[in-house]
């Protein structure tokens, strides 16, 4: 059935009216006919594109279930150790949680994700089945792409390689890495192997990168140079990649081309405790960046909603921006960057118009900068033309 959005603001445009048809939007405007429609009055709400999440944990989240009391750790080893344990004790049922998670995000205005999920030696495949099963129980209601990621290293676990590559014959589409030098003590071993299995499987690449300062800009400089050789411009990504905002202003200004120029994207969680790439320096050069959830109240991490409008604030108040121009930046980073890095269409402001894919969500704010500031509550969110959310509740099946 057609959707009559009525009385919706797009931009400085107010009391529009919007019919949404076949999956796109069919018209926009004051004349637009509800005839044989379903109409929803949204009481000038702001209609925005819908939110593209490029980093969550769906196999790790506890969502929905009694909040986790979490260990005291001070290194990305020992939250590893302590996550290892948490799931044995829980035992961890990740088709349940990562299912949580998706309604969850789809109540947030979100509706494509990109997901690591772990693979070692204890899980070795199980939590790519059950994520595998819950992106089949969602599609063309959230969009998943999935990551095999090897949180507990690659080079110190032997065998952990081999299951990547068979997550990546099961469906699993990107081959993920985490901190080569720090975690794994070896740089070039654990590179090697990561593009190897994406040069054999034909799959891009999403590595995890806490690593710090000089340390990190040195796997960035190797990453960038294996992207050459290996002619995969476009097909890699840095979550995090702290040392960029951790680098003198020197060799800021000298890796940041070389990004743009591979098309490498980089991803972050705007966190509080380190510093992470700054968003101007990366947009002003091109650098594809976006903001991204990474853990959601989950075994690695109690924080985390899911909500973008929240990321895009926290990219504003971490980067000290008041002005509406850098806040509209931080939104881009929730919808069009990771949108381009998901190969969406049109995922803008401006793409809002008739034809659109109609992927939207509508919060009650009499502008974008107040909805960054302030976070409302979505009114619903809509994937493809369908209600996946509305007033807070999701209509995905649990
Ligand atoms: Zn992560």
């Given amino acids: 059935m057609p959707i009559y959005l009525k009385n919706v603001s797009i931009g400085e445009q107010r009391g529009v009216n919007v019919l949404v048809r076949d999956g796109v939007v069919a018209a926009i405007g004051t004349a637009a006919d509800p005839r044989g429609a379903q109409v929803v009055d949204c009481a000038g709400a702001l209609l925005l594109p819908s939110f593209v999440d490029a980093h969550v944990h769906l196999d790790k989240t506890r969502i929905g279930g009694p909040r986790l009391h979490h260990a005291v ?24 949680f990562g299912s949580n998670l998706v309604r969850e995000l789809s109540v947030m205005g979100t509706t494509h994700i990109r997901s690591h999920i ?40 032997p065998g952990v390689a081999e299951l990547m590559g068979e997550a990546l014959r099961m469906g699993v589409d990107i081959v993920g890495g985490l901190d080569p030098e720090v975690f794994d003590n070896d740089r070039a071993g654990q590179l090697d192997r990561i ?140 919808t069009e960057n990771p949108a381009k890095l998901l190969k969406l269409a049109g995922h803008s402001l401006a793409s809002i118009k008739v034809g659109m894919q109609a ?28 209600f996946t959310a509305r007033n807070g509740k999701s209509l995905l099946p649990a």
């Fill in 359 to 386: 992927n939207l969500t509508a919060v009650p704010a009499g502008d974008l900068e107040t909805a960054i500031l302030q976070r409302p509550a979505r009114l619903f969110t809509m994937k493809a033309g369908r």
């Fill in 118 to 157: 772990d693979v070692d030696s204890d899980v070795k495949l199980r939590h790519v089945e059950a994520i595998l099963k819950v992106r089949e129980k969602y599609r063309g209601l959230m969009d998943i792409e999935l990551v095999a990621f090897p949180q507990s290293g690659i080079i110190k676990s």
């Fill in 73 to 96: 750790t001070a290194t990305v080893a020992e939250r590893a150790a302590n996550e290892r344990l948490l799931r044995t004790q829980l035992k961890h049922d990740p088709f349940v």
């Fill in 195 to 334: 593009f190897a299995l994406a040069s054999k499987s034909g799959a891009p690449i999403d590595i995890h990168l806490h690593e710090p300062g000089e340390v990190g800009l040195a796997t960035i400089q190797a990453i960038v140079e294996r992207v050459k050789a290996q002619g995969m411009q476009g097909r890699v990504t840095i979550s995090h990649a702290y040392a960029l905002g951790q680098i003198s202003r020197e060799q800021l200004a000298a890796i940041l081309p070389q990004l743009a120029q591979q098309r490498i994207a980089i991803l972050t969680s705007a966190p509080g405790a380190v510093n992470f790439p700054p968003v101007d320096a990366l947009l002003d050069a091109g650098v594809l960046y976006a903001g991204v959830s990474d853990n959601i109240q989950d075994m690695w991490s109690p924080w985390g909603t899911g909500d973008q409008l929240e990321r895009a604030m926290l990219l504003a108040y971490r980067n000290n921006f008041r002005a509406d121009a850098p806040l509209q930046r931080c939104f881009t980073m929730v």
